[in-house]
C-alpha cells in the first residue's frame, strides 16, 4: 500500500516536499508513522487532506490516497 504525501508551508521545512510511505493503512496509523520519523512534527498543528478533502477524524486510507499536511490558515 503506498501513499504520497504532500507538506506545505513549515511542516515541508521539516519533512521535505514530497514524501512516500508504505504501509500506514489510516490517518491514525500515518499520523503516528510522521511523528517516529519526524518528532518535530508532534509539536507543530496541522490538517490532513485525503485525496483533496480535509478530514476530522480517523479514517481508512486507500491504496495510491494522496495525503496533504496542511499547516494553520486563514482567510484574507
Keep these: 500500500m503506498a501513499i504520497e504525501i504532500v507538506a506545505f508551508g ?3 521545512e521539516v ?3 514530497g514524501l512516500q ?3 500506514p493503512d489510516t490517518t ?3 499520523q503516528q508513522w510522521l511523528h517516529n520519523r519526524y518528532p518535530a512534527l508532534q509539536q507543530m498543528r496541522y490538517c490532513i487532506a485525503v485525496n483533496q478533502q480535509i478530514v476530522n477524524s480517523h479514517i481508512p486510507l486507500p491504496d495510491g490516497a494522496q495525503v496533504a ?3 494553520p490558515f ?3
Design 21 to 23: 510511505a508504505e504501509g
Design 10 to 12: 513549515k511542516i515541508s
Design 28 to 30: 491514525e496509523a500515518l
Design 74 to 76: 486563514s482567510g484574507g
Design 69 to 71: 499536511l496542511l499547516p
Design 15 to 17: 519533512t521535505g516536499t
